[in-house]
Nanobody, 123 residues
Framework: QVQLVESGGGLVQAGGSLRLSCAAS????????MGWFRQAPGKEREFVAA????????YYADSVKGRFTISRDNAKNTVYLQMNSLKPEDTAVYYC????????????????WGQGTQVTISS
């Protein structure tokens, strides 16, 4: 079992930055692939970024590539999402998720989810 708690959301102006954190419980965090997803009102949950268990491989949605960076600190059981050059269309609830083995971009592939953190970008 893995429990995930996101933090770091908030309200920022377009062009600004935020760093989301996701703290995980459990002794086997380093064996999990971690992902970030987001869901805007009236829309489906969408993939944002994912990172392999070692941190050596990262994957991004085209919409955030070059602006967002996913990273992890296995010693701290934490995964991060650094978000720069934020746009109003980035407004959503952001969720972190965990799964074993290979990286995936589909939400259904992830086994554990946090409660989400709201990110709002004003224009």
């Amino acid at each position: 079992q893995v429990q995930l708690v996101e933090s770091g959301g908030g309200l920022v102006q377009a062009g600004g930055s935020l760093r989301l954190s996701c703290a995980a419980s459990g002794r086997t965090f380093s064996s999990y692939v971690m992902g970030w997803f987001r869901q805007a009102p009236g829309k489906e949950r969408e993939f944002v970024a994912a990172i392999s268990w070692s941190g050596g491989n990262t994957y991004y949605a085209d919409s955030v590539k070059g602006r967002f960076t996913i990273s992890r600190d296995n010693a701290k059981n934490t995964v991060y999402l650094q978000m720069n050059s934020l746009k109003p269309e980035d407004t959503a609830v952001y969720y972190c998720a965990a799964k074993r083995t290979v990286v995936a971009t589909m939400a259904i592939a992830y086994d554990y989810w946090g409660q989400g953190t709201q990110v709002t970008i004003s224009s």
